[in-house]
């Protein structure tokens, strides 16, 4: 045989075999779907719904369409009830809300357990959702089996708690299942224990998903994160193993679900978290000044960021000021620890200065600081009675307890246009920094509202705080942010069924927000955002998400997951997958 001859036939075989090696690599790290070989069977189906109690069922939509079908979706209880929804439905050119071929409607540990293995045997896309709230619908993907934990959402309040194995002292502390919502967890332990619990600001995020991803909410700059917080969870990994970790029992894996991102470790089923001293009061800032020019506009944001930096950098203050395209200030901030005149002690420069300058200002009079006793800020009777403060669930048979804030009702349902975040730091408040961070903030507002979140950001925390928060898997640029900026817009819901968005000026929009982002980003260039709320298609999203602690956590999921069982989108690990999840690229 001529040597050419016998080279191409040998590379023909070494081909041959490659393609079968890549066929069987495919084969066994592609996840099956409807159709396709390797489906599970009716009996299969059937052996999986015995084992969780006859909890398990195909998804089927509702109507979308029908009469009272708008006011529906504009309930996130409701969302929250549907298994074939999310709390948003899509985001532009990235993902839209779609069922899940089955769901596990899971009850307790061994539902989970049963689902768990019955998608690792079948080679299936496991997806988990508790109440829906991921942007990047990590909680949405169709073809998969849906482990859905809205059931399991009891709240246990523990006047002295020690983890499992552990010899440290009992503190008090709250537990909740992987349903759970931060309105039950709050009404427990503020409304009926006296104490705090540092969760989220949005009274139906889950408490789990918003744990996992680090947990800011609306005090935060007091208290520290929901990260922070967590003392022991119960989760199940990719083996089928049920662990309960904490700092005595599996610490890595601990510290990878404080922050590391929902959906990706394991299926966590109970979290255990301290709770905190209750101050004696809560309390809401409002006012919006609107400037009668450019430059009466960029004066008045310097005023503001000179306040800021002098009487509200501090543990009290939380929540934000956005600054809008025509020259509008709105002003929607929280305090805890403070009376009403504190508070209002606190604004007196800033409504001096546009009392002084009347010609170029209106609105000091929307000006309002309300204080009401911190145990009965979650408490709906007391709520319903602030004009405007809240909605109630207004469905037959709803429990009278429920409701959520009437500014947290505008996206409930919505369509992501974009959606981005940038932790800005501490040292833009320093006095020589302070131009630049106003010339920034004033230049994105052109294009399109810059909000910015106080309590989402740890510099000017206490100590115990930010030592806490260092403990975290949280990207550490958090420790010295003042405020998260965020630049997002979302439009009407378009679930499936319903009309879509018009393509085109949805991508107009997005274009806005994002030249908005990129000029404030001239004050902040290298500071990483916020998993829980950041873009779509963030760049550089490891470091940007978790900074340094990417490599740790990266070595951790592959010691508990190394086949990928968990994988969402931007998810630790998910580089080596598809988009949608269900093929392995390496």
């Avoid at 079968?20 to 790290?29: C, E, V």
């Avoid at 909890?55 to 309930?75: F, H, Q």
């Avoid at 000044?289 to 930096?309: G, K, N, P, T, W």
């Amino acid at each position: 045989m001529r040597r050419r001859a016998f080279v191409g036939t040998g590379l023909s075989l070494v081909g041959a075999a490659l393609l079968r090696a890549r066929t069987a690599r495919a084969d066994t790290l592609s996840r099956v779907r409807p159709g396709q070989p390797g489906w599970p069977a009716a009996a299969d189906w059937t052996k999986l719904g015995a084992a969780v109690g006859g909890r398990l069922a195909p998804v089927t939509m509702p109507d979308l369409t029908g009469p009272g079908a708008k006011a529906l979706l504009g309930n996130p209880f409701y969302l929250a009830d549907q298994p074939g929804l999310s709390q948003s439905s899509g985001w532009l050119d990235a993902w839209r809300s779609s069922p899940s071929a089955y769901a596990v409607a899971a009850e307790n540990t061994a539902d989970v357990v049963a689902a768990v293995r019955f998608a690792r045997a079948h080679n299936l896309r496991l997806v988990i959702k508790g109440r829906g709230h991921s942007f990047f619908g990590g909680s949405n993907a169709p073809d998969s089996l849906l482990l859905w934990t809205r059931r399991m959402d009891d709240v246990t309040v523990h006047d002295a708690f020690t983890p499992a194995g552990s010899q440290a002292a009992p503190v008090p502390a709250v537990s909740c299942g992987a349903g759970a919502m931060w309105l039950h967890a709050y009404q427990a332990v503020s409304v009926g224990a006296g104490r705090y619990v540092q969760g989220g600001g949005c009274t139906t995020v889950g408490v789990a998903g918003l744990v996992q991803g680090g947990g800011f909410g609306s005090f935060s700059k007091g208290f520290g994160t929901a990260a922070a917080s967590l003392l022991e969870a119960e989760l199940v990994t990719a083996d089928g193993k049920v662990r309960v970790v904490n700092h005595a029992q599996e610490p890595d894996l601990l510290w990878a679900l404080k922050g590391g991102g929902g959906g990706t470790f394991g299926v966590v089923t109970r979290l255990t978290l301290a709770t905190h001293e209750l101050p004696q009061n809560f309390g809401v800032v409002r006012l919006t000044v609107h400037a009668q020019s450019d430059d009466a506009f960029r004066r008045l944001l310097a005023r503001f960021i000179d306040l800021y930096a002098a009487n509200l950098f501090n543990p009290h203050w939380g929540e934000q000021v956005t600054a809008k395209p025509d020259n509008r200030l709105e002003v929607l901030m929280v305090f805890q620890g403070l009376t009403q005149d504190d508070a209002r002690a606190a604004w007196k420069p800033l409504l001096d200065f546009v009392s002084a300058n009347g010609a170029d200002y209106e609105g000091q009079g929307s000006f309002s600081a309300t204080a009401v006793p911190a145990r009965v800020f979650w408490n709906a009777d007391v709520m319903r009675g602030a004009p405007g403060a809240v909605v109630s669930d207004p469905r037959p048979g709803a429990a009278p307890t429920d409701f959520w804030w009437t500014g947290d009702g505008e996206t409930v349902g919505g369509f992501w246009n974009a959606y981005t975040s940038a932790w800005m730091p501490a040292k833009l408040l320093v006095a020589q920094n302070r131009a630049g961070l106003v010339d920034a903030w004033f230049a994105a507002s052109r294009l399109w509202p810059v909000a910015f979140h106080f309590n989402k950001g740890l510099a000017g925390a206490p100590e115990t705080a930010i030592a806490a928060g260092r403990e975290t898997s949280t990207n550490p640029d958090v420790l010295d942010a003042f405020a998260l900026a965020i630049i997002a817009m979302a439009g009407a819901p378009a679930f499936p069924g319903m009309p879509q968005p018009n393509l085109f000026v949805a991508r107009f929009l997005a274009g806005r927000v994002q030249a908005s982002m990129k000029a404030l980003r001239v004050a902040a260039p290298d500071t990483g955002a916020y998993v829980n709320e950041c873009d779509y298609f963030q760049d550089d999203w490891q470091r940007a998400f978790w900074g340094p602690n990417y490599p740790r956590l990266a070595r951790i999921k592959r010691r508990y997951d190394p086949d990928g069982q968990f994988t969402v989108h931007h998810g630790v690990g998910s580089e080596a997958w598809s988009s949608d999840g269900f093929m392995r690229l390496r």
